[in-house]
């Protein structure tokens, strides 16, 4: 049983395409995360989720918009897709204690833009 | 503002002979400390973390870390090397109250066989 599961795996697109993705989480944790990890591997916090609530949004294009219909979900929207936005997407979970509780992390969403 | 520093981009090691990666960090307040490992094409994997307590910790794949608060580092290391040690890997700091973990820019290590 996979704790974070993201879909899709791949994702092929133009330009200027509307484009989403998917992530699960049956670990029964309430905050969720969306990472940005770039082609030099550097890993960016782009939002976090606690309890469906937005609590990070860090700069990212307002053609990012993250979505969590309930605290197993959150979902990632990409409107009019840009060449530099090629990258591995990465959806996280952890517990919120306040205590440091580590990151689950999916597989990620590798995002091709031509 | 935190940050996390990892001043290798790759280190090579032997199998069989210890190593260490390098990781310092800057935050206000107590320091969160995590070590996260990344094989090819996966997320990444939890292998450790510093709360508070005991300086050394031990944590997955007979990794360990110590923390060192007047040098504001948390270095990873192993005894012995394994060629199935080779990956990438990722320290990061977070600090109480706060969701927000911030990642170093990764350290590959090969393990040479």
């Known amino acids: 049983d996979t704790a974070v599961s993201q879909t899709p795996k791949y994702l092929v697109t133009q330009m200027g395409n509307d484009k989403s993705i998917k992530c699960e989480q049956n670990?029964?944790?309430?905050?969720m995360y969306w990472y940005k990890q770039d082609s030099k591997k550097f890993l960016k916090i782009m939002f976090s989720y606690n309890n469906k609530e937005l609590i990070i949004n860090e700069t990212v294009p307002n053609r990012f918009s993250p979505k969590s219909p309930d605290k197993a979900h959150l979902n990632l929207h990409i409107n009019s897709l840009e060449l530099g936005d090629s990258a591995v997407y990465f959806c996280?979970?952890?517990?919120?204690?306040?205590?440091?509780?580590?990151?689950?992390f999916g597989s990620g969403t590798q995002l091709s833009v031509l | 503002a935190q940050s996390v520093a990892q001043p290798e981009d790759q280190v090579n090691v032997a199998e069989g002979n210890p190593l260490t990666v390098k990781c310092t960090y800057s935050v206000s307040g107590n320091p969160y400390l995590f070590w996260y490992v990344q094989y090819p094409n996966r997320g990444l994997q939890f292998l450790l973390k510093?709360?508070?307590?005991?300086?050394l910790v031990k944590g997955s794949y007979g990794f360990e870390a110590e923390f060192n608060k007047s040098q504001t580092s948390f270095h990873l290391k192993k005894p012995s090397a394994l060629v199935s040690d080779s990956a990438l890997y990722f320290c990061?700091?977070?600090?109480?109250?706060?969701?927000?973990?911030?990642f170093g820019t990764g350290t590959r290590l090969k393990v040479l066989a």
């Open positions: 670990l029964g944790h309430d905050t």
């Open positions: 996280a979970s952890s517990q919120s204690t306040g205590v440091g509780e580590k990151l689950f």
């Open positions: 990061a700091v977070t600090t109480s109250g706060t969701y927000k973990y911030i």
């Open positions: 510093y709360i508070t307590g005991d300086n």
